[in-house]
């Protein structure tokens, strides 16, 4: 059986700067598992000898393996690779492992650039014998456990970014 592709995409608002946004998105000790809830590491980061100290370069020579829980019950493990760094606007990753494929973030400033527009782009498959199979019919189900972890992690990234960001003194 081939396995469906999963053409996901979310869009977060964040009342945070661009850069704000990527100083903790694109954190190189990789921050996810501290305001990602149901997100943790599922082993240590992997990096290579970067081509630089360029942030842009330890990202692209860093490898995250990462599990995320789904509210029905299940967890991917998920290894996530950049391949492609423009600070302060796009990442483009390899995803491996429960779900095989391509992703991208796009930081588009909004509201005069005190907000942050967060487009989030997946196109996976699958690897588990049991999602494959299961796809079909459960494909609905799958996609709203996604939805329901995107906007978990939409919340407590602007929790995290409160936090980052000192109250403006006035």
Not at 90 to 106: M, Q, R, S, W
Request: include cysteine; proline fraction near 8%.
């Amino acid at each position: 059986m081939t396995p469906r592709t999963f053409d996901l995409g979310s869009t977060w608002h964040l009342p945070s700067t661009r850069e704000q946004v990527w100083a903790i998105i694109a954190d190189i000790d990789m921050s996810w598992p501290k305001w990602w809830p149901h997100c943790s590491f599922a082993a240590p980061l992997v990096r290579t000898d970067p081509a630089s100290s360029a942030q842009e370069d330890i990202l692209k020579a860093t490898t995250a393996f990462l599990n995320f829980k789904a509210s029905l019950g299940y967890t991917l493990t998920i290894s996530i690779h950049p391949t492609k760094v423009t600070t302060p606007s796009e990442i483009d990753f390899d995803a491996g492992g429960h779900l095989d494929g391509t992703g991208k973030v796009t930081l588009t400033p909004e509201a005069k650039g005190t907000a942050t527009r967060m487009d989030i782009e997946w196109k996976v498959c699958p690897t588990q014998r049991w999602m494959t199979f299961l796809a079909p019919i459960a494909a609905p189900a799958f996609t709203a456990a996604h939805a329901l972890m995107m906007r978990e992690g939409e919340r407590g990234l602007i929790g995290a970014l409160a936090k980052a960001t000192p109250p403006d003194s006035e």
